[in-house]
């Protein structure tokens, strides 16, 4: 299915493995998990929006610093050209309020969205739940927008 949907959003807990990071992943129902190894393996069609509202979907190494691999980047790998993501734990209750301002902005026309409209969308969603002052600096910050 993947290999198919322009658009997909994940709502589920990301998984770090700091010793082999292709094995970091999704966890998806019945104890499945979407590995990046796997993800990178798509072979689809660029363009498209990945939201992945998970915990640590775009974490980095600090002792590799210069080098990406985390799940948002085998999203870009496997030809998505945008990417949201988090740099570390997220809060179940403002993940889903940052999810429904991107979206609220991206579909406002009633026309087919731009995957391209997506970190203008983000920015201004964490925008909105930073000047709200519902959370706290740590809660609004680990969102990110990584392609196009």
């Known amino acids: 299915l993947l290999k198919q949907a322009d658009w997909v959003h994940f709502a ?8 082999n990071r292709t ?20 072979s ?8 992945l509202s998970a915990c640590q979907t775009a974490m980095g190494d600090e002792r590799l610093s210069d080098e990406a691999i985390h799940i948002a980047a ?4 496997a030809g998505y050209g945008g990417v949201v993501g988090t ?7 403002l993940a889903p309020v940052v999810a429904r301002d991107v979206y609220t902005q991206l579909f406002r026309n009633g026309t087919r969205p731009d995957y391209r409209e997506a970190a203008r969308a983000l920015h201004n969603a964490v925008g909105r739940l930073r000047d709200s002052g519902r959370a706290s600096f740590v809660k609004w910050l680990p969102f990110i927008h990584v392609g196009l």
């Open 87 to 93: 740099m570390w734990s997220i809060s179940d209750e």
């Open 74 to 77: 085998g999203m870009l790998f």
């Open 23 to 42: 094995e970091s992943g999704l966890c998806l129902a019945d104890r499945r998990r979407l590995k990046v190894s796997d993800i990178i393996a798509l």
């Open 12 to 19: 589920c807990h990301g998984i770090q493995d700091p010793v």
């Open 44 to 51: 689809r069609p660029h363009g498209g929006l990945a939201f």
